[in-house]
């Protein structure tokens, strides 16, 4: 499920972010934070990331999705090819 121990331990701050916010928006409609295996319309896509853009812990969320590589839906109000290209671009930076 994580690929290194780092993966690890940001799922935990995740989760206990998560804990202290309560419910948080993809939960209560999954499907469009996976628009490649579910079929939500574009429109849903597009609510769902304003959504992750209000959400308390987007951050913890983006982090999570980072250091874990994920290579599916949409975490931190961001889809795979963007984290895709916002890690390669940290990496040419450092
Ligand atoms: S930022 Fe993450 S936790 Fe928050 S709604 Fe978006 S996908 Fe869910």
Known sequence: MFINR???????RLMDAKDQVGE???Q??????????E???????????????????????LEFAL??????????G???RDRLLLLRKTQQVA
């Open 67 to 76: 250091t874990n590589e994920e290579a599916h839906g949409l975490w931190g």
């Open 39 to 61: 079929h939500a319309s574009d429109s849903e896509v597009r609510m769902a990331k304003e959504l992750c853009g209000k959400c308390p812990i987007r951050q913890q969320c």
């Open 6 to 12: 780092r993966a690890a331990e940001s799922y935990r």
């Open 28 to 37: 209560s409609y999954p499907d469009a934070w996976f628009p490649e295996r």
């Open 78 to 80: 961001m889809h795979a």
């Open 24 to 26: 948080v928006s993809c």
